[in-house]
């Protein structure tokens, strides 16, 4: 029995800021099949997530970002040495925390 391969459209749209929006198989009567992530945490994603078009997203940590990155150049510039990988953190967002504050303090305007 021979298998039968189905194509799934899946659009791409790049926003600004590079927040890349996935629209998949929702439009195909997908929904609760296809999951769809996003990576960082601009308002819309969070109204994504609430109105149940995005189910996760992963916000950076944007004050930890900077504060290393000024420690790593005072290091470097000072004569200190400098780790090769310095992680920020991150933190998952999805429709059971999105109300928290501890969550929303990492979200931004668009």
């Not at 929702?26 to 945490?41: L, P, Q």
């Not at 920020?88 to 990492?106: C, H, Q, R, W, Y």
């Amino acid at each position: 029995m021979a298998r039968q391969r189905t194509k799934e459209r899946m659009r791409i749209r790049l926003r600004k800021n590079d927040v890349v929006e996935v629209i998949s198989g929702r439009d195909a009567g997908k929904r609760g099949k296809v999951k769809v992530v996003a990576f960082d945490a601009p308002k819309r994603i969070v109204d994504d997530i609430r109105s149940g078009l995005m189910d996760v997203a992963i916000a950076q940590h944007p004050a930890a970002i900077g504060y290393y990155g000024v420690v790593t150049a005072y290091a470097a510039l000072t004569g200190q040495s400098v780790p090769t990988a310095i992680g920020t953190g991150f933190t998952v967002m999805d429709a059971s925390n999105i109300d928290d504050p501890e969550i929303l303090k990492f979200v931004y305007s668009d």
